[in-house]
Structures are given as C-alpha cells and as structure tokens.
C-alpha cells in the first residue's frame, strides 16, 4: 500500500468494509464482514434496510430449498420465529410463512435490524445518497454520501468496499465500465 493510500484512508471515517446498499445482499455482506471480525460503514439510501423484500416483496423465489443455507437460512429462521412469538405456533399466519419463505415486508424489515443490530462492528448510515466514489489512482477507496435529510456529508473509507445496490450505482460511480 501506498503512502497516499494510507492518507486517503485517514481522511475521513474508516472501515474495514464499506457496503453501499442496504438490500438483503448489502445486509449479507455487512453481516459476514463484522461476524469475522472487521468494523463495517453499511450505507443505505433511504430510512429502512432490507430493499425490496422490505418495500412489498414478501416471497422468496426459492425452488430447492435444501439448497439454501447460511444467512439466508438464518433470515427465514427468524422469520418464522417472529412469526410464532408474535402468534403463536399453533395460528394460521405462522402455517401461512411456510416456514419463513414469505413474510410481510414489516417483518422482514424487522428481522434485518434484528440482524444488523446485533453486530456491533456495524455502523449503518440510514438514507445517505451516494455523492460520489473516492479512487486513488485507478483503485476505489471510499464514498462521498449526504444525508438526506441534514445536507451533512460524510467520507466512508474502506481497504474493500461493496456494491450492493440492484443498479450498481457505486461501482458506476467509481468509473466501472457499463452499458445501458
């Protein structure tokens, strides 16, 4: 690493991972980066995590679900076990989750800062618009985001950095090749 980068990174606040993007990918990532170990910046758009599973889809589009595991194992888990805490085993809205595979948004969006909450490694920038991506040279050292609601900006440095977003906009932000 160079000196610069070493510079660039103390500018401004500084994480292990920096992760763009609260959907259920964004929130993985953020999840699995802090349970091994590494402080994470998990920046999000708008004022709830969880994407589109908690802004109205509310089914998994899982075929095999043996072949499903880890954190999204843990999700469904958690839904269904929302769903019995809340109803009671025996109610039909716990039959009606199928097991945690779907779920009304509120719960998934639950269930997500259920998860993200109990990471302390995690610091969650809620509805902060990415201003712009931060490079040294050719390599992506950061994000430039603004609160929404403040104006107040603020500069997330990160030695690796995730784009979850559905649209990409970080790594388009970063010069990223696309096409549209």
Same mark, same amino acid.
């Given at each position: 690493?160079?000196?610069?980068?070493?510079?660039?990174?103390? /500018?401004?606040?500084?994480?292990?991972?920096?992760?763009?993007?609260?959907?259920?990918?964004?929130?993985?990532?953020?999840?699995? &980066?802090?349970?091994?170990?590494?402080?994470? /910046?998990?920046?999000?758009?708008? !004022?709830?995590? $969880?994407?589109?599973?908690?802004?109205?889809? $509310?089914?998994?589009?899982?075929?095999?679900?043996?072949?499903?595991?880890?954190?999204? #194992?843990?999700?469904?888990? +958690?839904?269904?076990?929302?769903?019995?805490?809340? *109803?009671? /085993?025996?109610?039909?809205? %716990? !039959?009606?989750?199928?097991?945690?595979?779907?779920?009304?948004?509120?719960?998934?969006?639950?269930?997500?800062?259920?998860?993200?909450?109990?990471?302390?490694?995690?610091?969650?920038?809620?509805?902060?618009?990415? !201003?712009? /991506?931060?490079?040294?040279?050719? #390599?992506?050292?950061?994000? @430039?985001?603004?609160? @929404?609601?403040?104006?107040?900006?603020?500069?997330?440095?990160?030695?690796?950095?995730?784009?979850?977003? *559905?649209?990409?906009?970080?790594? &388009?932000?970063?010069?990223?090749?696309? +096409? %549209?």
């Amino acid at each position: 690493m160079t000196a610069v980068f070493f510079a660039m990174l103390l /500018a401004g606040q500084s994480f292990d991972v920096v992760v763009y993007g609260g959907t259920p990918g964004g929130i993985a990532a953020a999840v699995s &980066a802090a349970r091994l170990g590494h402080s994470v /910046a998990l920046v999000e758009y708008h !004022k709830h995590l $969880g994407g589109m599973a908690a802004s109205g889809l $509310g089914k998994s589009d899982i075929e095999t679900r043996a072949a499903v595991g880890g954190l999204f #194992r843990e999700f469904t888990g +958690r839904v269904y076990a929302d769903y019995v805490k809340r *109803y009671g /085993a025996s109610h039909p809205n %716990v !039959k009606l989750c199928r097991e945690g595979y779907y779920y009304e948004p509120s719960v998934a969006e639950r269930v997500f800062d259920g998860m993200v909450a109990a990471e302390q490694r995690i610091r969650v920038f809620r509805y902060h618009r990415l !201003k712009e /991506a931060l490079r040294v040279g050719s #390599r992506a050292v950061g994000l @430039r985001a603004v609160n @929404r609601a403040t104006g107040e900006e603020v500069e997330l440095r990160g030695r690796v950095l995730i784009d979850a977003t *559905y649209e990409g906009d970080l790594a &388009a932000s970063a010069g990223v090749p696309y +096409r %549209v």
